[in-house]
């Protein structure tokens, strides 16, 4: 089956650092995904993780170990604008195509 | 690049009506593309998969009788709510793969409503 398991919410303060875990188990894995979505809007790519390690984007940061099915997303330097929900997903399927499924969110409030 | 449009933005509609949603890539062809239903304060739930030429794939408890897929071209994909419900209206979003390792792209999403 597939599970992708996330916080529902989390709080931090602007300037700080915040940690988003993300833990998965899915039939087939090709790729761990990290979305940002603000309400009532479609979510926005922030990262991609196929092999295992760190990939470090400006602000934004996000981790992979396959072993133990596990992502976390690192923000740092937090603006107001970073209050949303943040999305991981997983792909599924060969090569570089299949779908991709969703966890639950994890909201961010971003406090003055 | 790897731009994705979807239409109508929003819509509203009488129960028992069926509403047309259009998603197109832009500046990719897109063999495969997915339909997602996102209900408030809940993540996007995988409807279908879409393939150009050939017939969409459901996830599990999705109807295919309500939820017309069709993917007539490489860059338009079509999601057809026949018979629309109140419990129908939700946040629909296409998305589409483009070039390879690029992540999925996404369209702006319709908001339906039905009354």
């Known amino acids: 089956g597939q599970n992708i398991d996330q916080p529902t919410e989390m709080t931090a303060t602007e300037g700080a650092i915040v940690q988003i875990n993300c833990t998965y188990q899915?039939?087939?894995?090709?790729?761990l995904f990290w979305y940002q979505q603000h309400a009532g809007e479609a979510p926005t790519f922030l990262s991609y993780?196929?092999?295992?390690g760190l990939e470090e984007k400006g602000r934004f940061s996000s981790f992979l170990s396959r072993s133990k099915g596990y992502s976390y997303l690192l923000l740092k330097e937090l603006q107001m604008k970073d209050s949303a929900s943040y999305l991981c997903a997983v792909r599924s399927g060969s090569g570089n195509t299949g779908k991709l499924i969703f966890g639950q969110g994890t909201t961010l409030q971003v406090k003055p | 690049g790897a731009v994705v449009s979807q239409h109508p933005s929003w819509v509203i509609c009488k129960s028992g009506t069926s509403v047309k949603i259009e998603c197109r890539s832009l500046?990719?062809?897109?063999?495969?593309m997915f339909w997602y239903r996102q209900f408030p304060k809940q993540s996007l739930m995988l409807m279908a998969t879409s393939n150009e030429g050939s017939k969409a794939t459901y996830e599990q408890g999705v109807e295919k009788d309500k939820f017309l897929i069709n993917h007539a071209s490489l860059t338009l994909s079509t999601l057809t709510v026949t018979s629309a419900h109140p419990e129908d209206s939700s946040f629909y979003i296409c998305s589409a793969e483009g070039p390879p390792n690029s992540p999925l792209h996404f369209g702006n999403g319709t908001r339906l409503t039905v009354t």
């Open positions: 899915t039939s087939g894995f090709n790729g």
């Open positions: 993780n196929v092999l295992d």
């Open positions: 500046d990719f062809q897109a063999t495969t």
